[in-house]
T-cell receptor, first 112, second 113 residues
Framework: GDSVTQMEGPVTLSEEAFLTINCTYT??????LFWYVQYPGEGLQLLLK?????DKGSNKGFEATYRKETTSFHLEKGSVQVSDSAVYFC???????????FGTGTKLQVIP | NAGVTQTPKFQVLKTGQSMTLQCAQD?????MYWYRQDPGMGLRLIYY???????DKGEVPNGYNVSRLNKREFSLRLESAAPSQTSVYFC????????????FGPGTRLLVL
């Protein structure tokens, strides 16, 4: 079945550092890929998405590129802020089934 | 426009007790979902309702029942709570056929002793 593997956290960075959170996936067919973010005490919010190979999703300074050859969708940001501290979930959706498969989440802590 | 709301925010139960988690959305979405979130497990789908009048099992339905009361409301019931059901429960909604763009509620933290 479908699965998503994310790097384990927590990830601790200083403000303005470069961020990469790795994500790889296994899926049948051609899934759509997503990053969701969960701020403390809140539900998940869709951060960005990509629906086909080589697409780049971007939002709020975050980017991720759909790499079919490496089955990856790594999240990057050039300069993180304290307000980016949250848990980030990689996810995929494939087929006609109303289902999104989530990774285990990576906690990011940004310190001033 | 409140989005997705969940009640209660926090609940403590004893083993064997029952309770219902409530969820409502005001975005006129057709599809609604219940997930549980456990450390190291990510989110796992318990049940979903693609549209009013339909419900289907997700990945971990055992020990739970759901009711799609109307288009706005989707409740999750634990008939006989067990410690293994200690978790954070999230409700979400989406447009029909757009499962990838789900809107989540703030969650209910449940502790079963």
């Amino acid at each position: 079945g479908d699965s998503v593997t994310q790097m384990e956290g927590p990830v601790t960075l200083s403000e303005e550092a470069f961020l990469t959170i790795n994500c790889t996936y296994t899926a049948t067919g051609y899934p759509s890929l997503f990053w969701y973010v969960q701020y403390p005490g809140e539900g998940l919010q869709l951060l960005l998405k990509a629906t086909k190979a080589d697409d780049k999703g971007s939002n709020k300074g975050f980017e991720a590129t759909y790499r079919k050859e490496t089955t990856s969708f790594h999240l990057e940001k050039g300069s993180v802020q304290v307000s980016d501290s949250a848990v980030y979930f990689c996810a995929l959706s494939s087929g006609g089934y109303q289902k999104v498969t989530f990774g285990t989440g990576t906690k990011l802590q940004v310190i001033p | 426009n409140a989005g997705v709301t969940q009640t209660p925010k926090f609940q403590v139960l004893k083993t064997g007790q029952s309770m219902t988690l409530q969820c409502a959305q005001d975005m006129n979405h057709n599809s609604m979902y219940w997930y549980r979130q456990d450390p190291g497990m990510g989110l796992r789908l318990i049940y979903y309702s693609a549209s009013e009048g339909t419900t289907d099992k997700g990945e971990v339905p055992n020990g739970y029942n759901v009711s799609r009361l109307n288009k706005r409301e989707f409740s999750l019931r634990l008939e006989s709570a067990a410690p293994s059901q200690t978790s954070v429960y999230f409700c979400a909604s989406s447009e029909l056929g757009e499962a990838e763009t789900q809107y989540f509620g703030p969650g209910t933290r449940l502790l079963v002793l």
